[in-house]
Nanobody, 123 residues
């Protein structure tokens, strides 16, 4: 499975941004997709996850109510809609693919990763 992330950029606080992650290859092996982020000097942290069917979602407390994750199976694409962005959302965002939904929050249990996309939120 190959993952290609896109959509990062520089925005002002309060703005919205959409990140996309396109999966290719053996997508039939995917059970869940997740977004993680890594700020400078910090470890990579879970942001949001979705089952490949789209039926299940899970969010970190820090983004609950502001971010929405969705999947378009026809396009093998997972989107992360980010609203009301804050400076503390600034990070490199990574998408990952997991063979087990129950491991969606655990970065070390992801099987595939895309390259990161930088999101910078100015105050």
């Amino acid at each position: 499975v190959q993952l290609q992330a896109s959509g990062g950029g520089l925005v002002q606080a309060g703005s919205s941004l959409r990140l996309s992650c396109v999966a290719s290859g053996r997508t039939d092996s995917i059970d869940a997709m997740g977004w993680f982020r890594q700020a400078p000097g910090q470890e990579r942290k879970f942001v949001a996850g979705i089952s490949w069917s789209g039926e299940l979602t899970y969010y970190a407390d820090s983004v609950e109510g502001r971010f929405t994750i969705s999947v378009d199976n026809a396009k093998n694409t997972v989107n992360l809609h980010m609203n009301s962005l804050k400076p503390e959302d600034t990070a490199v965002y990574y998408c990952g693919a997991n063979r087990q939904w129950r491991m969606v929050r655990i970065g070390s249990r992801y099987d595939y990763w895309g390259q990161g996309t930088l999101v910078t939120v100015s105050s």
